[in-house]
């Protein structure tokens, strides 16, 4: 198969989709089908960036940054790569790259495969709704129902994007983002010294309010009225919040418990991860968070809020899940700092990881998904 994805964006300060746009077209390289990333950037990170032999990258511009409005070269680049497809996959929603690759796509009569990651979810169309409501009634109400199949992250994102016109009749695949668990596997991860006098505790993301970061910083003021072995470690772009946060750590005297850090990536990052006692997701929501996905891999600890979308793992034991109340953290960071607790968790995320989260099985599947919307007429 010839397979088109677009993005609206590969930059870092995307979160997750670009990591996941990368590790698709990989595997379904491997697999044997020609695949192009149509996408704008400034800087990719990704673990083989230098080796985009099996797939190819097409980099645009924007004429407007602030929609995602695509020049008129990149739509030129759009078209073209549309027109070869057999397959094309969009990625997001509400932006002009994503708009206008959907229009060419009818106009074309293209197979389009929709992952909204999240963007159609009502929770954020409630986000900007004034905004979405008008631009779907003007432009992508007749986009997304041209749209030949859905593939949604979980079954909650399903169910709250169901508000969309004629979605029960659309092909509909529920898989989760996958990572090569293989891959994780083998790296060289060293056991990292550290001083073992604080507990060591990791967010890993943009620095963005819906991440409720100010939550854990809230956590940490409360833990130091008891005692002062927690260290809270963030590392992320900064995407709006930066500076509200550093004027409440300033605020409740956290310099020397709460330290920010710039991003990190490869094994680096994977380090980070593994070798925290904790590493902890606060957000008001998460569609699929890559940052759970990694963790369970690594065979982490993590600890995340309920609106994260992780009940299947909790359920699993693979992940600690807890409400927002601080009382409630504090009993869940407890439970999970004591070692036996910590490495039960740890041994049920790499079980579930394999069984749930590897690409190289998910990957099967979405491929199949690609056929049968071939085979529609």
Known sequence: ?????????????????PQVVFNLAESQSLEGHKVNILSQYKRINY??????????????????K?????????????????KNAEIVHLHGVWNG?????????????????????????????????????????????????????????????YKNSRWIYNLTKKKILIQSNSIDTNYIKNLKIKKKLTNRKKIQITYLGRINKIK???????????????????????????????????????????????????PVYGIKKYSILKNS?????????????VLA????????????????????????GAVKISDYKLQNLVKSLDFLTVKKNAKIIRKKALKYAKKNLDINLNIKKILKFYRNINKLN
């Not at 060419?104 to 905004?131: E, Q």
């Not at 996905?293 to 699993?316: F, H, P, Q, R, W």
């Open 1 to 17: 198969m010839n397979i088109t994805h677009i993005v609206s964006s590969l930059d870092s300060n995307q979160g997750g989709p």
């Open 66 to 82: 602030k929609h995602y409005i695509p020049d008129f070269d990149f739509i030129k680049k759009i078209y073209n790569n549309i």
């Open 97 to 157: 790259v994503i708009s206008l690759s959907s229009l060419i796509s009818r106009l074309l009569n293209k197979k389009i495969i929709m992952t909204p990651h999240g963007s159609l979810d009502i929770y954020n169309v409630k986000n900007k709704y004034i905004f979405k409501k008008i631009y779907y009634h003007l432009f992508e109400k007749f986009n997304i129902n041209y749209i030949h199949g859905f593939h949604f992250l979980n079954k909650n994102e």
């Open 212 to 262: 409720n970061i100010s939550l854990q910083i809230e956590l940490i003021n409360f833990l130091k009225k008891r005692d002062t072995k927690y260290q809270l470690n963030i590392y992320g772009p900064d995407d709006g919040e930066l500076t509200e946060l550093k004027k409440k750590i300033i605020k409740f005297d956290l310099d020397k418990n709460i330290k920010f850090n710039n």
């Open 293 to 316: 996905i990694e963790v369970m891999s690594l065979g982490g600890v993590l600890l995340c809020t309920k609106n994260c979308n992780l009940s299947d793992a909790g359920k699993k």
């Open 277 to 289: 006692d904790v590493v902890i997701l606060t957000s008001f929501y998460e569609c699929n968070s």
């Open 47 to 64: 673990k083989k960036k230098t080796k985009f032999k099996r797939f190819k990258i097409i980099r645009g511009s924007f004429l407007i």
